[in-house]
Nanobody
Framework: QVTLEESGGGAAQAGGSLRLSCAAS????????MAWFRQAPMKEREFVSS????????TYSDSVKDRFIISRHRSKNEWYLQMNNLKPEDPAVYFC????????????WGQGTQVTVSS
């Protein structure tokens, strides 16, 4: 059983920063990539950013590019999302996810952490 747990959500002012963390625990497994998604009220879940476990290449959605930074700590089985210059459109529940090597999509998800931004 694999468990993902997010932390670091909360409230920030517009223009401020927050750092999300995701910790993976449980039965060891081979990871292809880790990611962050978010879902705002009344909206579908959307991709935010991903990072390859091997090599560390990253991708970002256009809405967060140049503001958010994804990183990973391989020995801790953790990855992070540094969110800078938060905007009114960023509030959502943020989910971390992992794609195992044998999977074709992200197949393990955390429970989510709430991010709110005040103007």
């Amino acid at each position: 059983q694999v468990t993902l747990e997010e932390s670091g959500g909360g409230a920030a002012q517009a223009g401020g920063s927050l750092r999300l963390s995701c910790a993976a625990s449980g039965r060891p497994f081979a990871v292809y990539a880790m990611a962050w998604f978010r879902q705002a009220p009344m909206k579908e879940r959307e991709f935010v950013s991903s990072i390859r476990w091997s090599g560390g290449s990253t991708t970002y959605s256009d809405s967060v590019k140049d503001r958010f930074i994804i990183s990973r700590h391989r020995s801790k089985n953790e990855w992070y999302l540094q969110m800078n210059n938060l905007k009114p459109e960023d509030p959502a529940v943020y989910f971390c996810a992992v794609q195992r090597v044998e999977a074709s999509e992200y197949d393990r998800w955390g429970q989510g952490t709430q991010v709110t931004v005040s103007s």
